[in-house]
T-cell receptor
Framework: GAGVSQSPRYKVAKRGQDVALRCDPISGHVSLFWYQQALGQGPEFLTY????????KSGLPSDRFFAERPEGSVSTLKIQRTQQEDSAVYLC?????????????FGPGTRLTVL | QQQVKQSPQSLIVQKGGIPIINCAYE??????FPWYQQFPGKGPALLIAIRPDVSEKKEGRFTISFNKSAKQFSLHIMDSQPGDSATYFC??????????FGTGTSLTVIP
């Protein structure tokens, strides 16, 4: 079936605007992760869902960042009042099982540029 | 601070060579160590992974060597090909599914 999809692929926002980034995980995958990847860096963990429950949001950099997965499938990462330092690629990943060591399947990412 | 330290930042090898990428960590609570390959404009894709109770794992041309006492692990790519040119990330996972990634190694394999 299809892999993880993300939309939009590219987003340009003016400083202060709100943005919403969407992730469609692989159908049936229980776990969903959001990461932020700055240019030339590795992905940095933002938050993790198990079904609709947000189990860990310790990586969210500020209260301007908010994520939800209301029905346990599609997830949205919202950034309010965007700042230039929010410019990065936002990656979504899903995995099929609970527990340790499960393969994460990554989407292509959304490249956010804040002017 | 950087939980997983990766080196080198970039690497150039001839086709057929064996590039080696190294990672080090401090947190002994990590319980799973994957390596990812990322091409431009794509998300990372899992290459190979190891648990800390194993010292070596091989899958095809890719081998992970794991030294638990030194808290280091490395990726070896045998018989490297131009198609292996990509950015490689090591990572480490804590219980609770929080992954920490290295800063990446840009590999170029020259034909």
């Amino acid at each position: 079936g299809a892999g993880v999809s993300q939309s939009p692929r590219y987003k340009v926002a003016k400083r202060g605007q709100d943005v919403a980034l969407r992730c469609d995980p692989i159908s049936g995958h229980v776990s969903l992760f959001w990461y932020q990847q700055a240019l030339g860096q590795g992905p940095e963990f933002l938050t993790y869902f198990q079904n609709e429950a947000q189990l860990d949001k310790s990586g969210l950099p500020s209260d301007r960042f908010f994520a939800e997965r209301p029905e346990g499938s599609v997830s949205t990462l919202k950034i309010q009042r965007t700042q230039q330092e929010d410019s990065a690629v936002y990656l979504c990943a899903s995995s099929s099982r609970l527990g340790t060591g499960n393969e994460q399947f990554f989407g292509p990412g959304t490249r956010l540029t804040v002017l | 601070q950087q939980q997983v330290k990766q080196s080198p930042q970039s690497l150039i090898v001839q086709k057929g060579g064996i590039p080696i990428i190294n990672c080090a960590y401090e947190n002994t609570a990590f319980d799973y160590f994957p390596w990812y390959q990322q091409f431009p404009g794509k998300g990372p894709a899992l290459l190979i992974a190891i648990r800390p109770d194993v010292s070596e794992k091989k899958e095809g041309r890719f081998t992970i060597s794991f030294n638990k006492s030194a808290k280091q692990f490395s990726l070896h790519i045998m018989d490297s090909q131009p198609g292996d040119s990509a950015t490689y990330f090591c990572a480490a996972k804590l219980m609770g599914n929080q992954f920490y990634f290295g800063t990446g190694t840009s590999l170029t394999v020259i034909p």
